[in-house]
């Protein structure tokens, strides 16, 4: 569970550590709560992957060639919650077509009123999309899921001509690549703004649950209210990411955006679409990074890992005998709690941080396997077995 908590304020807007981080649409709901019917009509490949080929390679990074490939497939998304529009609650954020059988991804936040201090929430009435030439067609709720922030709508193909953008592999991003953002910050239908990659693997408060998302790409292109749900594109025109937040003191754009990665994006498309829900397993634990410099401290034989610091009770990782540390102290400026177990792998996949194990959970596990947790206690490996639950919606602890 964060350590801080987030207050939600107008537009979207979130007070985080002093900073104010800004939903980029305007609204959001449960994944458990009542949504329209499930549309599930026609299928995107295996890998996740639309129609449109990447953008052979020229002249390097060209912002200009990306922006004709790829505008025509990102829409503007204009939601209304509570009665036919016009609607007092009405809310507009960005898309992007991801199949030729009209599925669109977004933010959660964009279809749903999860996190806007509206209760528990619940999914749009009525959504509609607005494409590059300015027609607007209506669009169905597939699914969202709350913990990548991260929506699905589907518009019937034979009502406008549709352009699919690529999904890339997020995996592959590294620090410095060149990016482009397409959305419609403050309803400017198909803007461009371009950047570089600031960071990767970031971990951020998610805005529709109290979860964090793992493997955010922050960025410096400027992005801003609307453009939530738009691409963030590299120099092959393949999605990346689907822009969802910026930190800013003065509510401007000021250099440091965030994209949910797509690799977590096509994950929940892919259960979207066969389920209308995302499943994630739960363990009950919340972890710590060890490294070297904490490892000397207390003693540990093992340099890296993830050190436990709570273990909720009743939870499957108290159900496996995962034990939490019991004293506190301070070292180098920060709190730990010494004495509790060490996480190194999960399911024979290496944990080094305290963000693989959510990561690694998430990616390769579901709900209702059991996996062994292999880990240091009192300077000896073991393997304990932990039977996954699912994940709940306001937990204790995480992951």
């Given at each position: 569970?964060?350590?801080?908590?987030?207050?939600?304020?107008a537009?979207?807007?979130?007070?985080?550590?002093g900073?104010?981080v800004y939903?980029?649409?305007?609204?959001?709901?449960?994944?458990t709560?009542?949504?329209?019917a499930?549309v599930?009509?026609?299928?995107?490949?295996?890998?996740?992957?639309?129609?449109?080929a990447?953008?052979?390679?020229?002249?390097?990074f060209?912002?200009?060639?990306?922006?004709?490939?790829?505008a025509?497939?990102?829409?503007?998304?204009?939601?209304?919650?509570?009665?036919?529009?016009?609607?007092?609650?009405?809310?507009?954020?960005?898309?992007?077509?991801v199949?030729p059988?009209g599925?669109?991804?977004?933010?959660?936040?964009?279809?749903?009123t999860a996190?806007q201090?509206?209760?528990?929430?619940?999914?749009?009435?009525d959504?509609?999309?607005?494409f590059?030439?300015?027609?607007?067609v209506?669009?169905?709720?597939?699914?969202?899921?709350?913990?990548?922030?991260?929506?699905?709508?589907?518009?019937?193909?034979?009502?406008?001509?549709?352009?699919?953008?690529?999904?890339?592999?997020?995996?592959a991003?590294?620090?410095?690549?060149?990016?482009?953002?397409?959305?419609?910050?403050?309803?400017?239908?198909?803007?461009?703004s371009?950047?570089?990659?600031s960071?990767v693997?970031?971990?951020?408060?998610s805005?529709?649950?109290?979860?964090?998302?793992?493997?955010?790409?922050?960025?410096?292109?400027?992005i801003?209210?609307?453009?939530?749900?738009?691409?963030?594109?590299?120099a092959?025109?393949?999605?990346?990411g689907?822009?969802?937040?910026?930190?800013?003191d003065t509510?401007?754009?000021e250099g440091?955006?965030?994209a949910?990665?797509?690799?977590?994006?096509?994950r929940?498309l892919?259960?979207?679409?066969?389920?209308?829900?995302?499943r994630?397993?739960?363990?009950?634990?919340e972890?710590?990074?060890?490294?070297p410099?904490?490892?000397?401290?207390?003693g540990?034989?093992?340099?890296?890992?993830?050190?436990i610091q709570?273990?909720?009770?009743?939870?499957?990782?108290?159900?496996?005998?995962?034990?939490?540390?019991?004293?506190?102290?301070?070292?180098n400026?920060?709190?730990?709690?010494?004495?509790?177990?060490?996480?190194?792998?999960?399911?024979?996949?290496?944990?080094?941080?305290?963000?693989?194990?959510a990561?690694?959970?998430?990616?390769?596990f579901?709900?209702?396997?059991?996996?062994?947790?292999t880990?240091?206690r009192?300077?000896?490996?073991?393997?304990?077995?932990?039977?996954?639950?699912?994940?709940?919606?306001?937990?204790?602890?995480?992951?």
């Amino acid at each position: 569970m964060r350590p801080l908590a987030v207050t939600v304020i107008a537009l979207g807007a979130a007070v985080v550590g002093g900073a104010i981080v800004y939903l980029l649409g305007a609204t959001r709901d449960d994944s458990t709560s009542t949504r329209p019917a499930k549309v599930v009509v026609g299928e995107i490949d295996a890998s996740g992957t639309a129609a449109s080929a990447p953008l052979p390679a020229r002249n390097g990074f060209d912002p200009e060639r990306i922006y004709a490939a790829r505008a025509p497939g990102v829409v503007t998304l204009y939601t209304y919650f509570g009665g036919a529009p016009p609607a007092a609650h009405a809310a507009q954020g960005s898309g992007f077509v991801v199949s030729p059988d009209g599925y669109i991804l977004t933010s959660a936040h964009v279809i749903t009123t999860a996190g806007q201090g509206t209760g528990a929430g619940h999914g749009a009435q009525d959504v509609y999309v607005a494409f590059a030439d300015g027609d607007r067609v209506q669009a169905h709720v597939v699914g969202w899921d709350l913990f990548d922030d991260v929506g699905v709508v589907r518009v019937d193909p034979a009502d406008h001509a549709l352009r699919s953008i690529p999904l890339g592999d997020s995996d592959a991003l590294r620090v410095g690549a060149p990016v482009a953002a397409i959305g419609s910050p403050f309803g400017n239908r198909g803007s461009l703004s371009v950047g570089v990659v600031s960071a990767v693997g970031r971990s951020i408060p998610s805005l529709t649950s109290d979860y964090y998302v793992s493997d955010a790409i922050q960025t410096d292109a400027p992005i801003t209210h609307g453009s939530s749900g738009g691409p963030l594109l590299d120099a092959a025109g393949d999605a990346l990411g689907i822009n969802a937040q910026i930190r800013t003191d003065t509510g401007a754009a000021e250099g440091i955006g965030f994209a949910v990665p797509i690799n977590a994006a096509k994950r929940s498309l892919r259960q979207l679409i066969a389920s209308g829900r995302v499943r994630y397993p739960y363990v009950g634990i919340e972890t710590g990074d060890l490294t070297p410099t904490l490892a000397r401290h207390l003693g540990v034989t093992v340099r890296r890992g993830a050190l436990i610091q709570t273990v909720s009770p009743d939870k499957p990782g108290a159900a496996a005998g995962l034990h939490a540390g019991d004293k506190v102290e301070f070292f180098n400026g920060a709190e730990i709690r010494r004495g509790g177990d060490v996480l190194t792998a999960i399911g024979g996949r290496p944990v080094r941080s305290s963000g693989d194990v959510a990561r690694v959970l998430v990616e390769h596990f579901r709900p209702g396997q059991v996996v062994g947790f292999t880990i240091i206690r009192n300077n000896h490996k073991q393997t304990m077995k932990v039977h996954l639950a699912l994940r709940p919606a306001a937990p204790s602890t995480s992951p």
